[in-house]
């Protein structure tokens, strides 16, 4: 077997590795925020979940607080949404006064650390940025080894005849290992916000303190959110999908 044969296959069986890895180990950022605490998912369709979140990297587990009688006859404890389900996701809430005092003094250690973050943490989150943007070169590496070994010799025979699976295990590593680093939401970070929703043929702004993001959802907490039948607001913190959300105004 040549060299450049043997140099191709290992690199394509550890970005395999390293993508199967991450992929069962990553979870959403955002998401994972709201780990154990007691949650309402909003769906698009307007079906409302409430329970205590469990996050895993393929989808969410909503733990009731009491048995739910379907109307099938059989009882229901939780409620599982799988990762390919996130698109139905308009919202995920978690309302102040709904917190115990264990989960409510977590909140404000995580809001001392975010809100109008000192010079220190902001360098900190600069460098995890710069080497989030250098992990992310992995793929363009990994891509251009594989795409230079393809017009050589039993390599390229080799890669092509497998270019569907070595296509599958690129996309696993972007999915991984992509930040989505947006500079206009690192500017507003820890600062106070106003997050524009399209819902339909609506827009609705929520305005609260950007706490983070990643490539699928915006993390925003103390807003004011009113429930479906409910006579007025409550505080609560919001995940939304970035698919249907943005950053619109500063609301310093």
Do not use: W
């Not at 010799?153 to 296509?167: E, R, W």
């Not at 295990?169 to 997050?195: C, F, Q, W």
């Not at 702004?205 to 009113?226: N, P, R, S």
């Amino acid at each position: 077997m040549s060299d450049s044969l043997t140099v191709t296959i290992f690199v394509v069986l550890a970005a395999a590795i390293i993508g199967a890895f991450l992929k069962g180990r990553t979870r959403d950022k955002c998401l994972k925020s709201y780990e154990d605490d007691l949650v309402t998912l909003i769906s698009s369709e307007g079906k409302v979940i409430y329970g205590r979140l469990h996050v895993e990297s393929t989808g969410l587990e909503f733990a009731y607080q009491t048995d739910h009688h379907d109307n099938d006859g059989h009882v229901e404890t939780s409620y599982l949404l799988y990762r390919h389900e996130y698109p139905s996701i308009h919202s995920i809430l978690r309302f102040h006064d709904e917190m115990d005092e264990a989960h409510k003094i977590e909140r404000e250690k995580a809001l001392k650390r975010v809100y109008h973050p000192n010079f220190f943490r902001r360098t900190m989150r600069k460098m995890a940025n710069f080497f989030k943007t250098i992990r992310d070169s992995v793929m363009e590496v990994v891509n251009l080894v594989i795409d230079q070994a393809k017009t050589r010799g039993p390599a390229g025979a080799f890669l092509s005849s497998k270019d569907k699976y070595i296509s599958r295990v690129k996309t696993d590593m972007i999915n991984t290992i992509s930040t989505a680093y947006e500079p206009l939401y690192e500017r507003h970070i820890g600062l106070r916000v106003v997050v524009e929703m399209q819902l339909g043929e609506r827009i609705v702004e929520y305005c609260g303190i950007l706490k983070d993001y990643t490539a699928d959802f915006i993390e925003v907490m103390d807003i004011q959110y009113t429930l479906k039948d409910e006579e007025g607001p409550r505080i609560a913190d919001i995940i939304v999908p970035r698919k249907i959300s943005q950053i619109r105004h500063s609301a310093e």
